[in-house]
């Protein structure tokens, strides 16, 4: 395939799924080594995964092919049925060292997920999702610096223990947390980092933001 093929087919991704080859990999049913590839210029699509791509994404063939719109055709565009969710990508960092100050919270834009995904995939609604930028390296194997992790905002019960974003004195954390008799016991990934109990009978509010449920990662 030519390179102008490979600048056209990187569009679709970049408008279905804001540029993440893992995840536009995953929404269309294919490995995120191919998707690279078909980026690149280096490896060929099927006319099958090609038309797949019509079918459920509505994207022009006939651009992508020849870079000629059809009469009426777009790039690219959800197809009737498939929701997608705009979850916002917050201007702040979640620390996962020993804390991290919050400033002004923008909006620095925006990440589009089919909502099937979320439900089948993440096991979440489209709804009260956000994503925030890990930083530090407490979290160690489980998140690396610079990581984008998306928190679910409705799940502030730490009661099963998984990853959370937390609000503390400091500013915000990305930690391992679990509520056990009115304690929520705070850990790191990282061994080299000490973990420490809040006493939640004290607080005027909880302290669980949310639970992270999915991770993106430049690689």
């Not at 002004?104 to 995904?117: H, I, P, Q, R, T």
């Not at 194997?141 to 502030?156: A, E, I, K």
């Amino acid at each position: 395939m030519s390179n102008a093929f490979a600048r056209r087919f990187q569009l679709v991704v970049d408008q279905l799924t804001q540029g993440n080859k893992k995840q536009f990999a995953e929404l269309t049913g294919k490995s995120a080594s191919h998707i690279y590839k078909i980026c690149r210029g280096i490896s060929r699509p099927s006319m099958a995964y090609l038309e797949s791509l019509y079918d459920g994404y509505k994207v022009d063939l006939n651009w992508l092919l020849t870079g000629e719109h059809s009469e009426g055709g777009q790039v690219a565009g959800s197809a009737p049925g498939k929701e997608i969710v705009y979850a916002p990508m917050f201007d702040v960092q979640a620390s996962a060292g020993m804390g991290s100050s919050v400033g002004v919270e923008d909006v620095s834009g925006y990440f589009a997920l089919d909502k099937g995904f979320l439900s089948r995939q993440l096991g979440v609604s489209g709804e009260n999702l956000a994503f925030v930028t890990i930083s530090g390296d407490s979290m160690v194997p489980t998140f690396q610096d610079g990581d984008q992790v998306l928190v679910d905002m409705s799940s502030r019960e730490a009661n099963t223990e998984a990853t959370y974003l937390l609000k503390t004195e400091d500013g915000l954390m990305a930690k391992r947390l679990k509520i056990n008799n009115n304690k929520l016991r705070v850990t790191s990934d990282n061994p080299a980092y000490p973990s420490w109990v809040i006493n939640l009978t004290s607080l005027e509010e909880n302290p669980v933001l949310g639970r992270i449920v999915w991770c993106a990662r430049a690689v």
